[in-house]
T-cell receptor
């Protein structure tokens, strides 16, 4: 079955530590995205990548970093510079077709809690 | 700047009733308006979407109504069922672009049995 796998599902971090969230897709989608979800605030875009070895900052990129070395993988690192990292993180992918509606396929999410 | 405003934040409906969630947008360049449904502990999934060239789109019990002049669109769930209990997000983008998708703040729907 095609889809997006995020791991770990739950993660606890001490203040000052960097953590990396994994995102793997087997949908052969070109574009991948990371969103942060907080109660009452909807989904906010952290980073996105349209192609391998290229990525762009979203609306709330400060304190986060990403890489896109393979088409299938788009890991997100939450650094110690992120002031309020406790949140639900969602990875998504889409076919990138200009002029056509690009439907997002989401993973099941990773919940990060800072202790 | 919140470009898509969604209301209500939460909604409780009896089984068999109609659930209505409203969204308003500011950017007149938006031309694609999807709704995503999210169950607890899961990622959102596309439910239904509309382009501004039509005023209504229906898929089963789910209907999007679109008012271009008022810059508003809404989701109607007819004959609401307990299995519809989820969080619903409206969104908007230009040229259907996913990277430019702006989400509303979400509505938590509870359908009582």
């Amino acid at each position: 079955d095609g889809g997006i796998t995020q791991s770990p599902k739950y993660l606890f971090r001490k203040e000052g530590q960097n953590v990396t969230l994994s995102c793997e897709q087997n949908l052969n989608h070109d574009a991948m995205y990371w969103y942060r979800q907080d109660p009452g605030q909807g989904l906010r875009l952290i980073y996105y990548s349209q192609i391998v070895n290229d990525f762009q900052k979203g609306d709330i990129a400060e304190g986060y970093s990403v890489s896109r070395e393979k088409k299938e993988s788009f890991p997100l690192t939450v650094t110690s510079a992120q002031k309020n990292p406790t949140a639900f993180y969602l990875c998504a992918s889409s076919i990138s077709r200009q002029g056509k509606a690009n439907v997002l396929t989401f993973g099941a999410g990773s919940r990060l809690t800072v202790l | 700047q919140q470009q898509v405003k969604q209301s209500p934040q939460s909604l409780i409906v009896q089984k068999g009733g109609i659930s209505i969630i409203n969204c308003a947008y500011e950017n007149t360049a938006f031309d694609y308006f999807p709704w995503y449904q999210q169950f607890p502990g899961k990622g959102p999934a596309l439910l239904i979407a509309i382009r501004p060239d039509v005023s209504e789109k229906k898929e089963g019990r789910f209907t999007i109504s679109f008012n271009k002049s008022a810059k508003q669109f809404s989701l109607h769930i007819m004959d609401s069922q307990p299995g519809d209990s989820a969080t619903y997000f409206c969104a908007a983008s230009m040229d259907g672009s996913a990277r430019q998708l702006t989400f509303g703040s979400g509505t938590q729907l509870t359908v009582l049995p």
